[in-house]
């Protein structure tokens, strides 16, 4: 009889395996990868532009109409269109001992800062009119301000300056002619303010403070000041400058007398020193390009120099395009499989799977399928950003989908559907369905289909150079092929193996991101912690903020009612083998979300503490979005790199593919075979199959074409179009389920009175296009019940299309 093995050696023996598996998988992460140089992955071009033949005044830098002005006394200067000489440009005489010291820019006009000597009173706007430097009629300040700066910050100009007693004030004023000075707060800092600027959502405030380094304070949106990292030096004044989405650009004079750029990124509070330094003391400085220009004291006037900032891009290696083409070739391979093997495919083997589908497969479609190259990308960058306040959704969501699991699921399951809109031509009318389904299409092709194609491949492009119509080409075409030929069986299949790869290459970036960062995992959490970077919920009831309440909300309208609607989703739950494992799928779909969710928005947390240790390895012209992107091409080994864009592709077709799949099952169920006399199931797979091909084309042409014009425009508009659209039939559907009251005439009034009245809520841009879907869905469901009191109630049987008990007469009924 064996002996136990006591605690303490069991212990030892753990640790060891553990020692053993955490040296292999270093081993394994650091292989080819070597150590992350602590170099910057910027590089910074510099020169001299022209010199000007008297010395320019401080702050006598500034744009004026899109022109580079010099400012020296009653003397002024524009920059040639080509950078290469100064033209004098007249200019009004000042009053003697006046002088601008700041200037600020808002809806194209430049304001200067103006007083006597270093007390300010009055803003300046200023225009550039034939030839000339026009001062308009100036602002006066609410009171003069000693030392005094001024930025534009969310439509406004903000000025902050000591009153008579020193003491530090900041005002607000609009950018209108007819707009007042706002007192805001008191300033709890102390100093001499050297520059202020606007960047992501907060204002910053550099502050001048006697024997000690200059001080970086920031103005919150809830108008609390926070005092940030130190430069630890002396920031010339009216240097700062906003630098893409996260940083700022300065100029910071050191210890030992010399000036460098540094920039400061605002999410990790890491300051980077670029490598060119400042020659002379500038005795101004203004933005130029990515970078700054700046005028240094020369023997006969100012010379000139600027620093401008340019970022590279990290090519794919011959080994990351090798991981790359064997996942595509995989993927067309599973759907070639299934085209062998159900060559002689019924409607219901290429719609549903012929419902042989395993509940933990359907699962993992689900979520293969609600989780796209958007949230793969967006949603590290979202935790990077802040913190995992929108990890309260999915939390939420697993409630709202045991509700799904346990009410809707099965009974839609029980009816055998493969179209979901069948249901509103049971429940209500032929006509309902027709209409709903052909919506579908239309939302799904203009809001989701062309939107998952075209931002990663963007994404991929900004990092990696490789051209966004490539990557919308390889992910489209391979993905109509397989989703095509190889039908619903190829499409969640693939799935299960997509989630894999979309897995696998997460947590790597994870491990990886831990090792580079040489702590154990309590001391990074705690560090994140403390800035509260894993913040998860929000009890407030404020409702501009991500809070539990506003998530509840969500979940109710996005996940509950919404879901029956939903093709794409409810298409896996019916291909499972019957009613219980139909609910099961949803299950896993639901046990698969939560720790889904810590992974990704664990990779933001992890990109944070890496980048808040490298800051160098940013790039400040790229926005935040970029930032795992970043990662994967820059850090990772090759190969690995590889692995994770395969992943981003995975994220992408596995959407795409359950789109397709969906939207020909919807022309062929809803359409050929209700519209064409004796259809026949091996034309109906033909026309969902050619379906399929043009539904994917079209995708891919829109994505084209988005790839030309104004991404946010258009991704705004899909937005809407989504809300404004598809939240009457979502309505459709809870009076159809949760009501035995509703009828056909009731429900098209409540669908058509959603529709037109949050239209008109469109037009007016009464509030967020993110609540068109909640608006119009309540609406539907009010209008709807009441119109449907004024038509008799239903006399068809319901026995099965709610989710109430059967009356006895339909219980008894056959």
Not at 670 to 691: C, G, H, I, M
Not at 749 to 767: E, H, N
Not at 790 to 809: E, H, M, Q, V
Request: charged content about 10%; glycine content about 10%.
């Amino acid at each position: 009889m064996l002996k136990p093995v006591p605690f303490a050696s069991f212990s030892s023996v753990l640790r060891r395996c553990a020692r053993s598996v955490r040296l292999l998988a270093a081993a394994v992460l650091l292989t080819g990868s070597g150590a992350v140089a602590a170099e910057s992955l910027t590089t910074v071009s510099s020169g001299n532009l022209p010199a000007l033949p008297a010395q320019i005044a401080p702050a006598g830098l500034v744009h004026v109409d899109g022109r580079l002005v010099a400012l020296s006394g009653d003397q002024a200067w524009t920059l040639s269109a080509d950078n290469t000489a100064w033209e004098p440009v007249r200019m009004p005489a000042m009053a003697p001992g006046r002088a601008f010291t700041a200037s600020a820019g808002i809806a194209g006009r430049t304001y200067l800062l103006e007083g006597p000597g270093a007390l300010s009173d009055a803003l300046q706007p200023v225009t550039l009119r034939a030839g000339a430097l026009v001062l308009d009629s100036p602002v006066p300040l609410p009171q003069r301000m000693g030392n005094a700066q001024v930025a534009a910050f969310n439509d406004g100009l903000f000025v902050i300056g000591s009153d008579t007693t020193g003491t530090l004030q900041l005002y607000r004023r609009g950018a209108t002619a007819a707009a007042a000075w706002q007192h805001l707060e008191q300033v709890p800092a102390s100093g001499v303010p050297r520059a202020m600027q606007a960047q992501k959502g907060a204002l910053y405030l550099a502050m001048g403070v006697a024997g000690q380094p200059d001080q970086l304070w920031r103005r919150n949106a809830d108008a609390s000041w926070q005092q940030v990292a130190s430069p630890d030096g002396t920031i010339v004044a009216g240097s700062m400058r906003a630098l893409g989405q996260a940083h700022l650009l300065m100029l910071v004079k050191d210890g030992s007398g010399v000036t460098h750029a540094r920039t400061f990124h605002t999410i990790t509070d890491a300051w980077t020193t670029l490598e060119t330094p400042v020659a002379a003391d500038p005795q101004a400085v203004t933005a130029w390009g990515n970078g700054l220009a700046w005028a240094t004291a020369g023997a006969t006037g100012s010379q000139l120099q600027y620093a401008e900032m340019q970022g590279g891009k990290h090519l794919l290696r011959w080994l990351d395009w090798t991981v790359i083409g064997i996942y595509l070739l995989a993927m067309l391979g599973m759907g070639f499989y299934f085209y062998l093997k159900d060559q002689n495919a019924s409607t219901a083997d290429f719609f549903v799977g012929g419902r042989s589908i395993p509940f933990w497969a359907a699962g993992i479609s689900l979520y293969a399928t609600n989780t796209s190259s958007i949230s793969f990308i967006a949603i590290p960058a979202k935790a990077f950003d802040t913190n995992w306040q929108y990890l309260t959704n999915n939390l939420i969501a697993v409630v709202g989908l045991m509700f799904v699991a346990v009410w809707i699921v099965p009974l839609l399951r029980r009816l055998d559907l493969m179209s979901v809109f069948s249901y509103l031509e049971t429940r209500f009318h032929p006509a309902i369905r027709m209409l709903s389904s052909a919506l579908c299409i239309v939302m799904q092709i203009g809001s989701r289909m062309s939107v998952i194609l075209f931002l990663p491949a963007l994404a991929i492009s900004t990092i990696t150079g490789v051209d966004v119509v490539w990557s919308i080409m390889l992910m489209g075409v391979f993905t109509i092929i397989y989703s095509t030929v190889g039908g619903s069986k190829a499409v969640i299949w693939t799935d299960v193996v997509q989630v894999i790869v979309m897995f696998g290459g997460a947590l790597f970036a994870i491990g990886f991101i831990f090792l580079q960062t040489g702590g154990d995992m309590p001391q990074l959490l705690s560090a994140a912690a403390a800035e509260d970077k894993t913040k998860l919920f929000d009890f407030s009831f404020d409702l501009t903020k991500a809070t539990v309440w506003g998530f509840i909300f969500l979940v109710v309208f996005d996940v509950v009612l919404t879901f029956p609607k939903d093709q794409v989703l409810m298409q896996r739950t019916l291909s499972t083998r019957s009613d219980k494992e139909a609910g099961r799928s949803i299950w896993a779909f639901a046990a698969i979300m939560i720790p889904g969710g810590f992974v990704f928005y664990g990779i933001g947390t992890a990109l944070w503490m890496y980048y808040r240790n490298n800051p160098e390895r940013l790039n400040p012209l790229l926005p935040i979005d970029a930032t795992f992107p970043l990662f994967i091409a820059a850090e990772l080994p090759a190969g690995v790199t590889g692995l994770i864009i395969a992943g981003i592709f995975a994220a992408a077709m596995s959407t795409l593919s359950s789109i397709i799949n969906s939207i020909s099952t919807l022309v062929s169920v809803d359409f050929y075979q209700k519209l064409v006399k004796n259809p026949n199931d091996k034309t109906a797979v033909r026309v969902a199959e050619w379906s399929g091909v043009g539904v994917g084309l079209i995708g891919i042409g829109i994505a084209l074409v988005m790839s030309r014009y104004d991404i946010h425009s258009l991704f705004d508009v899909s937005i809407e179009l989504a809300g404004l659209l598809g939240g009457g039939f979502a309505g459709a559907y809870t009076l159809g389920m949760f009501t035995r009251r509703a009828n056909a005439q009731g429900v098209a009034i409540g669908v058509a009175g959603s529709v037109l009245i949050t239209l008109v809520c469109w037009s007016m841009d009464l509030v967020h296009p993110y609540f068109y879907l909640a608006i119009s869905i309540l609406l539907c469901i009010v209008i709807g019940y009441v119109a449907s009191l004024f038509f008799p109630a239903p006399t068809r049987s319901l026995k099965g299309l709610t989710i109430y008990s059967d009356t006895p007469a339909e219980a008894a009924a056959p």
